[in-house]
């Protein structure tokens, strides 16, 4: 079974630095989906980041960028230029290759960003 | 852009007390979940539904739970008989499944806070 793991219950970062949250995680398949969720105070849950396990450059999106190493099955995220706004619970979470199946999330890690 | 919505936002209900949280998925989607996440914890899986009946669930999904799509919109969970341990944040999700355009991604709504007292 696939499973996710984040080993960082809780991490804080002053403003304007940059700060990385680990996620590893277990699975036999060559293929998949990965993502970084954040969970702001409101509970929603909002989309940071994707990787497809098949495309080897990292993904990017502005300050967010992920560290993918597929043969350590880790995938990390770093926040660059933290911003007050970035205070949330980040959350990895895996999807199995093919078009079905659920979405499995790591236990999450609160990050306080300090002005 | 195409969302997710869940109603109610917010419930709060007696022990024993049947609830029903409704949600209206993306309307091309067609795999639809129930995640739930107790105040602080990780977000668990409790079911997934596709073709009209359900594809996965969990040990959380027991016969206390249900889940239905009673006409071509909504998609709903029912607690039958809520245990105070019910007390949780349900988020209602889509996937689209279709290729080309599949990227693995959940569409999540905003989520039902359900509190049980």
């Known amino acids: 079974a696939q499973t996710v793991t984040q080993s960082q219950p809780e991490m804080s970062v002053q403003e304007a630095e940059t700060v990385t949250l680990s996620c590893t995680y277990d699975?036999?398949?060559?293929?998949?989906?990965l993502f970084w969720y954040k969970q702001p105070p409101s509970r929603q849950m909002i989309l940071v980041i994707r990787?497809?396990?098949?495309?080897?450059q990292n993904a990017t999106e502005n300050r967010f960028s992920v560290n993918f190493q597929k043969a350590a099955k880790s995938f990390s995220l770093k926040i660059s230029d933290s911003q007050l706004g970035d205070t949330a619970m980040y959350f990895c979470?895996?999807?199995?290759?093919?078009?079905?199946?659920?979405?499995?999330f790591g236990q999450g890690t609160t990050l306080q960003v300090k002005p | 852009e195409p969302e997710v919505t869940q109603t109610p936002s917010h419930q709060v209900t007696q022990m024993g007390q049947e609830v029903i949280l409704r949600c209206v998925p993306i309307?091309?989607?067609?795999?639809f979940y129930w995640y739930r996440q107790i105040l602080g914890q990780k977000v668990e899986f409790l079911v997934s539904?596709?073709?009209?009946?359900?594809?996965?669930k969990s040990e959380i999904f027991d016969d206390q739970f249900s889940v239905e799509r009673p006409d071509g919109s909504n998609f709903t969970l029912k607690i039958r008989s809520t245990k105070l341990e019910d007390s949780a944040m349900y988020f209602c999700?889509?996937?689209?499944?279709?290729?080309?355009?599949?990227?693995?991604?959940?569409?999540f709504g905003e989520g039902s806070r359900l509190t049980v007292l």
């Open positions: 309307s091309n989607h067609l795999y």
């Open positions: 539904f596709y073709n009209n009946e359900i594809s996965e």
């Open positions: 699975t036999s398949e060559s293929n998949y989906y």
């Open positions: 990787q497809e396990a098949y495309k080897q």
């Open positions: 999700a889509s996937l689209l499944t279709a290729h080309p355009g599949f990227t693995g991604e959940l569409f």
């Open positions: 979470a895996f999807f199995p290759s093919g078009n079905t199946g659920k979405l499995i």
